[in-house]
Each structure stands twice: as structure tokens, then as C-alpha cells.
């Protein structure tokens, strides 16, 4: 590959898959061994950089990364994982929208694998079943802890939640601050991506503008 190929494939920032893009073997080998692998591996970054891993601040810092990546920042791989999403019946025939919001998003583009931080709204209309709130946070976090991209990150959430549900009636916004854009390339500070999925009732526009208007009473955001 020439450095003209190298400079185009580094431009690809488009996924072609809802679903995060993993290995067949992605979970055959244990955290453990992962972990190992990623150490040995970001120290040889660090030496590519000219640190000394002699150095009493530095020399730990190959295992913290790995152990960092594995167990935290990526725990999100792993459908095992993934939170129990308990469901009950939705007995006070509760038929409004349920709102959840100001969701804390903390992920990682995986374009440069710099921090992705913002929010989540999430709101969904009960038909037979209703879910514990938290259990809506938990989910949220759990996707948000991979390499994504944002749009994906919506879908995800959405879907994960219309099955859990058994309903269509899912919507989900994202506003968050990506580093790659605030710490590289242009360096915009202030700017933030807006990213919005829904189905079912929320397709129709006074469903959404009810939802919206929701959220914005409470944080005095605006969309």
C-alpha cells in the first residue's frame, strides 16, 4: 500500500454496518491475554515516541492502557456484557411518552479513538411492557463503551430498545463533543453533533415536537 492509499483508507470514516464491525475470533481469546497482547503492543508505541518505560511514571503506563481499553473504555464489545434489561408488565395502562434524559455519554470515536462526551435522551411509549429507568442508563453506557460513531450509537440504543420493549415507539437523541474534531484537525471548541432515531409513533410529528418539547423544558436545550 503506497502512502496515496494509506492517506484515502485514513479518510474512510464511513461504516456500512449498523452493528460494530468485529472480528469472527473477537471474543476467543480472554481479557486476560488481551490485555497482555495491548500492553506489549502500546509499549512499543511508546518507544516508536522516544519515551524511556525506564522511567518510574511511564512504566506502568503500557498496562494501565491495556487494562484501561479491555476492562473499561471497551467493555462494550463483549455482548456478555451487556446489562440485564428487566421488563414488567405495564399494569397502570401508562400509555403517554416516558422521558429519560440527560443520559451521560462517555465513548470513543473510532475514527482516532478520542473521547466522544455528551448526552442521551430517550423516550418510548408503553404498550404491554415497561422498564425499570436505570436499566435505560445501563444500556446507554453500555453501547456508548465501545469504539463508535454517533449515528451508529443511536441506532443502537434504538433498536436494542424497540426489542426489548416489543414496542416501535422508541426515540433517541444524542448531543455530544467529539475530540477528534475539538482537539485535531480544526480544533473547533464549541461545536457539538446532534444525532436523532426513532420509529413507530415517533415517525409522526406531533409525537416528536411532544418529546421535544419535553426535553428542552427541562435543560433548556433546543433542536
Not at 468485529?22 to 519515551?51: N, T, V
Not at 494501565?64 to 455482548?79: D, I, Q, S
Not at 436523532?196 to 410529528?205: D, P, T
Request: proline fraction near 3%; glycine fraction near 4%; charge should be neutral.
Amino acid at each position: 500500500m503506497n502512502k496515496t492509499e494509506i492517506e484515502w483508507t485514513g479518510d474512510m470514516h464511513f461504516s456500512k454496518n449498523t452493528e460494530t464491525p468485529l472480528r469472527k475470533d473477537a471474543f476467543e481469546k480472554s481479557d486476560d491475554d488481551k490485555i497482555k497482547k495491548i500492553q506489549y503492543h502500546f509499549s512499543e508505541i511508546m518507544k516508536e515516541l522516544g519515551l524511556d518505560l525506564m522511567d518510574d511514571s511511564l512504566s506502568g503506563t503500557p498496562y494501565r492502557v491495556a487494562k484501561m481499553y479491555v476492562k473499561e473504555l471497551f467493555y462494550g464489545l463483549n455482548p456478555k456484557n451487556r446489562p440485564k434489561i428487566s421488563t414488567f408488565e405495564n399494569k397502570y395502562k401508562y400509555q403517554k411518552i416516558l422521558v429519560e434524559q440527560d443520559i451521560i455519554i462517555d465513548s470513543a470515536c473510532e475514527h482516532h479513538f478520542l473521547p466522544i462526551v455528551g448526552t442521551a435522551h430517550v423516550g418510548y411509549i408503553p404498550k404491554d411492557k415497561v422498564v425499570g429507568l436505570s436499566k435505560i442508563n445501563r444500556l446507554v453506557d453500555y453501547y456508548s463503551h465501545r469504539p463508535q460513531v454517533q449515528e451508529r450509537l443511536c441506532l443502537q440504543i434504538l433498536k436494542d430498545l424497540q426489542q426489548t420493549l416489543e414496542t416501535e415507539d422508541v426515540i433517541v437523541v444524542v448531543n455530544a463533543k467529539h475530540l477528534c474534531v475539538s482537539s485535531r484537525g480544526i480544533k473547533d471548541k464549541s461545536s457539538f453533533t446532534t444525532t436523532i432515531e426513532y420509529g413507530g409513533k415517533f415517525l409522526e410529528s406531533s409525537f416528536r415536537s411532544e418529546f421535544f418539547e419535553i426535553v428542552k423544558q427541562s435543560n433548556n436545550s433546543s433542536f
